[in-house]
């Protein structure tokens, strides 16, 4: 499986907005259901999107502290 850098899924999801999912994923070599989900992080997540395997999207003080004290 081929892994993606958070530059690359930004400029994909803004060339998808651009010119359309099926038309950017089509152009960059992606499966259209990759860019969908790429599109859904950015729009559930905004700039804390494509963060990277296992790391949460967003960590409060008190999760933070929760899990240090584990």
């Not at 690359?8 to 060339?15: D, G, N, Q, R």
């Not at 907005?17 to 259901?33: H, R």
Request: net charge neutral; charged share 35%; hydrophobic share 30%.
């Amino acid at each position: 499986m081929k892994r993606y850098d958070k530059a690359f899924k930004e400029e994909a999801v803004s060339l998808s907005n651009e010119i359309g999912p099926k038309k950017a994923a089509e152009q960059l070599g992606v499966s259209c259901f990759t860019l969908q989900d790429w599109r859904k992080q950015r729009t559930l997540h905004g700039d804390g999107a494509f963060n990277g395997s296992g790391r949460a999207y967003e960590t409060t003080e008190k999760t933070a502290r929760e899990i240090e004290l584990e």
